[in-house]
């Protein structure tokens, strides 16, 4: 009895068992290749453009303003990220739906980070059967030499990595003069070791641990597939029973079309026989059907025997794109991504946020005026110096009293103070409500008005 319960607690724990994946080439292994490219140009070119004599993408926390192109965004502009955070889920959504796990197959960064730093595993170490007689081999200067040189070229793509991510945080010329310089600030010297560390210790060392252990999306991609989803499946019917025959006497084999070579496990990213049907595991990278294509084409036999198929395609009934779900995501991302198009593209340039200074209330002045000193937090969100003209209304005869122009630099913020009086007999003891209006000069739609109180005593 207690033999059994410690087999028991020992099957709860299954030592990781390491995968060496085969390399394939076909038609989805250029696509994982190209996103592979595309996405890399993208993060690690990004920080190195300039829009306006400044980084075109640049996310400054410390002033408090997000540079993407054209546009500024302000910490009050927090809405449009919380719709791109919408946009996205929505659109993740969407296409698991149509096509499943698209985005863990082939732009899912521990994805494309993985099938780099498997690219520089097999250029340093050789293919799949000369890494493991590397790892089975007895520890000698050829082994530790190619280890390190291995682990060398995997460390300095993580820092680089780490140093790219953080260029998008601090302007990535003044980090670059820091790095030379070896006077990293701790902010930014602890980013770039940790996501180096995050880079290397995911795809060099856990891998598909990553998807299989780590990530929520694997647990609830089912809730988002259903019969006409288009995922990765073996043709039951055509490969079985699996056998070897040769290929001039298929027509008399009593074998299916799968040879069990195992070229379709060997390839897998996360170790798992597609032949045992769709597993959790799988993130439909595609590298199985490029591997069973080949296999095929060796055989002179139809591809197709593991490809991208639906549920319903398999029991030969007909496959529907349009159903329900697919058209409720596609209208509801259809709708916030127009409003949130046409809210950028009518967005005013402008901030204004009015602010009563509490140490001077309304008092008295010459000829019986009474006066009421405000705080105007200006913001130009545009990206060039502008002259701003300050008036208000709400009371007979109020006016701005003193400077009533503003000039901003590109992109910056200010706060002004501002008196405005009104005639002795304008208006009754109380509060009033009144209008700020701040224009840019030469400028007409680039205004902005805001509410406050004028206080009589």
Known sequence: MKQDMNLAELSLYEVRRKIYPR??????????????????????????????DRQAVLF???????????????????????????????????????????WCGFACPQTVYTEIFMWIERAIEGDRNARMRLDKGKLGGRKLGLKIAKHG??????????????????????????????????????????????????????????????CPYARFQSAMFDKDTLIITYDRNRGEPRGHSHKHTLASSPYGDCVDCGVCVQACPTGIDIRDGLQYECIGCAACIDGCDQVMDKLARPRGLIRYSTTHA???????????????????????????????????????DVIRDRAALAREVEGGEIENVYKLQIMNVTEQARAF??????LPGIRVWGESTAGLA????????????????????????????????????????????????
């Not at 990595?161 to 930014?188: D, Q, R």
């Not at 950028?344 to 340039?349: E, Q, S, T």
């Open 153 to 214: 070229v995997w460390i300095a793509l993580s820092l680089w990595t780490g140093f790219t991510f953080v260029g998008y945080f601090t302007p990535i010329k003044e980090l670059w003069s820091e790095a030379l310089s070896f006077s990293f600030g701790p902010w930014e010297g602890f980013w770039v070791l940790f996501y180096g560390f995050a880079t290397y210790g995911n795809a060099g060392w856990m891998r598909e641990q990553v998807c299989k252990y780590m």
């Open 60 to 102: 400054d926390i410390v002033h408090r303003k997000f540079f993407i192109f054209g546009l500024v965004f302000w910490p009050q502009d927090i809405v449009y990220l919380a719709v791109l955070l919408i946009i996205s889920a929505l659109s993740l959504f969407l296409f698991t739906a149509v096509a499943g796990r698209l």
């Open 389 to 394: 003209e300050i008036s208000v209304s709400g």
């Open 23 to 52: 390399a394939v080439h076909g038609w989805f292994a250029g696509w994982r290749w190209a996103l592979v490219w595309i996405t890399q140009l993208v993060f690690y070119g990004g920080p190195w453009l300039t829009w306006n």
């Open 410 to 457: 590109a992109a910056s913020s200010r706060m002004v103070p501002v008196k405005v009086r009104v005639p002795p007999d304008a208006a009754a003891r109380g509060n009033h409500p009144i209008e700020f209006r701040v224009e840019a000069i030469g400028a007409d739609r680039i205004s902005a008005t805001e509410r406050s109180v004028f206080m009589v005593r």
């Open 314 to 352: 398999m029991e030969g009934k007909k496959t529907r794109v349009l159903r329900p779900r697919v058209l409720v995501y596609s209208a509801i991302l259809l709708a916030i991504t127009a409003a949130a198009t046409a809210s950028l593209y009518l967005r005013v340039p402008l901030k204004v």
